[in-house]
């Protein structure tokens, strides 16, 4: 059972029209928003007990008095269908347990040779 979303099922297969090899293990990032600092570092601990790495905090509206918190989070996987799933699946289950908004992903291409 697929627990991809509509948005992830259309960048897969874009990504996969321009070729690349959905088994190449490469750099996933994600990014997941808060309110709230303390849910932001909850959410934070909890993504690399779990796996992800560069697990990073950021504000990136606070020039223009927006006071939110954005986590970008790696993990090194392939986009096999049935991989990518699971960690998406653990990513936005940790985003609403912790009050955050789950943005989405990207990843780099990888060509087949």
Do not use: C, N
Not at 66 to 89: F, M, W
């Amino acid at each position: 059972m697929s627990s991809l979303e509509p948005m992830d099922a259309e960048t897969l297969k874009t990504i996969a029209g321009h070729g690349d090899d959905k088994s190449a293990i490469r750099d996933v990032i994600h990014y997941t928003y808060f309110e709230e600092e303390a849910e932001a570092r909850s959410f934070a601990r909890a993504v690399l007990a779990q796996g992800f790495h560069d697990v990073a905090l950021g504000q990136p509206g606070l020039s223009d008095g927006d006071t939110g918190y954005v986590i970008r989070a790696h993990h090194d996987g392939t986009l096999i269908e049935g991989d990518i799933s699971k960690r998406l699946s653990t990513i936005r289950q940790l985003a609403e347990k912790f009050s955050g908004d789950y943005d989405g992903w990207e990843a780099a291409l990888v060509l087949k040779d």
